[in-house]
């Protein structure tokens, strides 16, 4: 009897384990496997954190960000010239500025995010700052910017303004871009960690987030460049800033209601210090010999998110950093010693290092590609300005037309899986493989090309029909080619290029990889800037108005059109070049295993 019951209780007891085993094993399976957090800082649920269901919320809410921006970004050529009594270089140059510097502050954003603050509290952070630059404006503007009353039209000059009013204005559009570039990548990365990169389901969604996160962008500019744009050009620009700022409220109430559904990669540390620790170790090894190359294996708590990259043999002289010297392997068995990581770095950090290298020419041959999509907000709308913009009655906007830019931009993305790769591969009769990120940047190079091309020729036809006034009696609508043409190139190289840079950076530094990649627009903005105060002091001697004066009618603008084609077409050489000599990184699986972050 006795011993019947001790077997029923080692019964019980044993399905008791099982049963704790099965619960074990069912929480280990139901969360994370990418070393992502809840906010609490532990393991993320599948069910109650991250998916489409956190990763929609960031796309509503980028779309409310981008109509908050894109409301006083799409017309601000027509803001300083109308208000500010710039002239159409002066403005152009001016919006050339101030777009450079909201891409800039994109590896500002970055760099807290991965360093100290994180994806979420960065996103917050700044959307807080774009909110207060929103606010700035629009009651800058209400108060004293728009005298005398109905002025800020198109033809329709301002009083001038004091220095102070000045002052106060380029404060409020400069903490404009410092919120909404810093926050760009912050919050792109962060809907990204919403998918579990190591399960099959969730790392498809993954790369599809890139892609929906730029429509979200466009759909909510286009919002902008349609309705808000309209209002602007009534002179209304009191009611279309705070249009904005509304929106970018919105957002930010969007964005905190979600705190407790989002994904979190803890922050890595200061990447500059790590780069700097395997610069200042390889130099002081730089004569040295020794044997193997050092790799942490059991990595701490903040290491644990990152996996280890495995070695390869460019940038040799960075591999003396990790080199294992006869001091450094004495010091590695003392219990308790660790080694000191401005003497021995680990085979990761130094590949971490090689990686930024490696992306360098890529990203320089990047920045000369965006100075077409800085033309589409200032010269483009400049160049529409001067045309007929009559329909019966109604005067359409210039600045509306990039609208065409959006829609192009947002249906190619979206037509691109099912319409464009199975179109490229029946043309180029190669495997079912998609083209590359590197690949699509190209052709994406080659189109802007074509783009730059139709508007020099567009520039041509419109001066035919002009007369001693400023407009032509060219329709606007025959600027729709080139803003098409522009729209697919930019969904060709940008969206492959933040593909690209988020695939070949390093885990710990994946917001510093969007930040790169958004920042080729900053520098794309500065050259874009100089390049037409050198044309106009080149062209602009002897008298003569230069190739974009105040009225266009006495210049040429279609030569700088045509110059620009050729300065991309010059970098699209580059780039095959430098893209040919790439290699792509290979990473660690959390198992153990290689996997190659290659190109598709």
């Not at 991250?50 to 409301?71: N, Y």
């Not at 270089?89 to 500025?97: G, W």
Request: charged share 20%; aromatic share 10%; proline share 4%.
């Amino acid at each position: 009897m006795e011993t019947n019951q001790q077997s029923s209780t080692n019964t019980v007891a044993s399905v008791s384990c099982n049963d704790s085993e099965e619960r074990s094993t069912r929480i280990v399976d139901a969360s994370t496997k990418d070393g992502t957090m809840d906010i609490y800082g532990k393991p993320a649920m599948k069910g109650k954190t991250g998916g489409w269901r956190s990763g929609m919320l960031l796309l509503v809410i980028e779309g409310l960000a981008a109509l908050a921006f894109t409301g006083v970004e799409v017309n601000m050529v027509l803001f300083s010239k109308s208000v500010l009594r710039q002239s159409n270089a002066d403005a152009a140059n001016t919006f050339s500025t101030w777009m450079g510097t909201l891409n800039i502050c994109t590896l500002f954003g970055a760099f807290l995010s991965d360093s100290y603050l994180g994806r979420f509290l960065t996103c917050v952070v700044f959307q807080v700052v774009l909110v207060i630059g929103l606010v700035l404006l629009s009651l800058s503007t209400q108060a004293f910017m728009l005298e005398p009353k109905g002025c800020g039209k198109i033809g329709e000059l301002c009083n001038p303004q004091s220095r102070g009013e000045i002052a106060l204005f380029y404060v409020s559009i400069y903490l404009l871009a410092l919120g909404s570039g810093a926050m760009e990548p912050a919050l792109a990365t962060l809907g990204a960690d919403q998918f579990d990169e190591e399960d099959s389901k969730e790392n498809k969604s993954k790369t599809a987030f890139f892609s929906y996160y730029y429509v979200a962008l466009n759909l909510g500019s286009l919002i902008a460049e349609t309705v808000l744009v309209y209002v602007e050009n009534l002179g209304k620009w009191v009611l279309a800033f705070w249009i904005s700022t509304s929106s970018g409220l919105v957002a930010l109430v969007l964005l905190l209601s979600g705190t407790c559904s989002y994904r979190h990669i803890k922050p890595s540390g200061n990447p500059i210090s790590r780069f700097s620790q395997v610069l200042v170790a390889s130099m002081r090894k730089i004569k040295l010999d020794g044997e193997g190359l050092y790799e942490a294996r059991d990595k701490d708590e903040k290491e644990s998110a990152r996996r280890n990259i495995s070695h390869t043999d460019d940038f040799k002289f960075l591999d003396q950093a990790a080199v294992l010297t006869p001091e450094d392997a004495i010091m590695l068995t003392r219990k308790g010693q660790t080694p000191n990581p401005w003497r021995l770095c680990t085979v990761t950090q130094v590949e971490e290092v090689k990686c930024v290298f490696r992306l360098l020419p890529i990203w320089l041959c990047t920045i000369l590609a965006s100075i077409v999509f800085v033309q589409v907000l200032s010269l483009f709308v400049e160049q529409g300005a001067a045309m007929n913009r009559e329909i019966s009655s109604f005067h359409i906007p210039p600045a509306s037309m990039t609208a065409f830019d959006i829609i192009s931009t947002s249906t190619f993305i979206l037509c691109y899986e099912k319409v464009i790769v199975p179109l490229y591969i029946k043309l180029t009769r190669r495997e079912p493989n998609p083209p590359s990120e590197l690949q699509r940047i190209g052709i994406g190079m080659v189109i802007s090309i074509i783009g730059m091309v139709v508007a020099g020729l567009v520039e041509q036809y419109r001066l035919r029909y002009a007369d001693v006034r400023e407009t032509s009696s060219l329709s606007i609508f025959w600027q729709v080619p080139q803003y098409v043409l522009v729209g697919v190139s930019e969904a060709f190289i940008y969206v492959a290029e933040w593909e690209f840079f988020a695939s070949q950076i390093p885990d710990g530094l994946k917001s510093l990889g969007l930040g790169l990649s958004m920042s080729s627009s900053a520098l794309g903005s500065y050259m874009s800037s100089i390049i037409l105060s050198l044309v106009m002091k080149i062209t602009s001697k002897h008298g003569k108005p230069g190739w974009v004066p105040p009225n266009l009618n006495d210049g040429h603008l279609d030569r700088y059109f045509f110059l620009s084609a050729a300065l991309i077409a010059l970098d699209l050489v580059l780039f095959v070049v430098c893209a040919n000599r790439y290699k792509c990184i290979e990473l660690e699986k959390r198992n153990g295993e290689k996997e190659t972050e290659a190109l598709p």
